[in-house]
């Protein structure tokens, strides 16, 4: 009986079969690799998927409130300005010093920060134009009591002087100063480009960068 099994069975030096053997090490590092690799990707798209929602409801917002701008100055007989910043933006209107000044302080229509990662870009006719300061820079303190007494006075003789002048306007007639208004953020291969005729017809739709 010993010499059949000795017969059969195999060698002793003899190698296992491949579904025998296990992974090596060079097979293991290779399968972390693409674990992080895919990790990776997946991560990198839901923070894009993020950045993309908050985007699109920044853009979904301004669109909004333009539109409501708009309707405001036609009920109530205003004339209304969008005043661009470097990090938002703001409706003004003339008051009764005959300059302008925040349309409101609280509300829809209160002062409006962009998102963070978004950026604008606004062109009207077509020119890029510069934001406006956040905060327009106060006089030195040696002439500040010479010009507050004389504020007033050439607000009203020059309102294009104003700290606070639009470079958007919408009239209560209904038009509107043609402009467009490209919402964007890093990373992402698409943006949102608003764009306003002189009827005041504001349009909203997703673009793709060109490459």
């Not at 409801?57 to 909004?64: G, K, P, V």
């Not at 004339?79 to 000044?101: A, C, M």
């Amino acid at each position: 009986m010993e010499a059949i099994r000795a017969q059969f069975a195999p060698p002793k030096n003899q190698p296992r079969s491949i579904s025998q053997s296990g992974f090596t090490l060079i097979e293991i590092m290779v399968v972390v690799v693409l674990i992080g690799i895919l990790a990776t990707f997946a991560v990198l798209s839901i923070g894009n998927r993020a950045v993309d929602d908050q985007l699109e409801n920044e853009a979904n917002r301004t669109l909004a409130l333009l539109q409501l701008a708009a309707d405001e100055a036609q009920l109530k007989g205003l004339q209304i300005g969008l005043h661009y910043t470097v990090s938002g933006y703001e409706f003004v209107v003339i008051d009764e010093k005959h300059h302008w000044s925040p349309y409101a302080s609280s509300g829809p229509m209160r002062r409006r920060t962009w998102s963070q990662p978004v950026v604008a870009d606004l062109r009207v006719d077509g020119q890029l134009i510069t934001p406006a300061p956040d905060n327009p820079p106060a006089p030195p303190p040696s002439e500040k009591a010479e010009q507050d007494s004389q504020l007033d006075m050439k607000k009203s003789e020059d309102p294009a002087k104003d700290p606070l002048r639009p470079q958007v306007l919408l009239l209560s007639s209904g038009e509107m100063t043609p402009f467009s208004l490209d919402l964007k953020a890093p990373g992402l291969n698409s943006y949102f480009h608003l764009e306003a005729d002189l009827l005041g017809r504001v349009t909203m739709q997703r673009m793709v960068f060109r490459t």
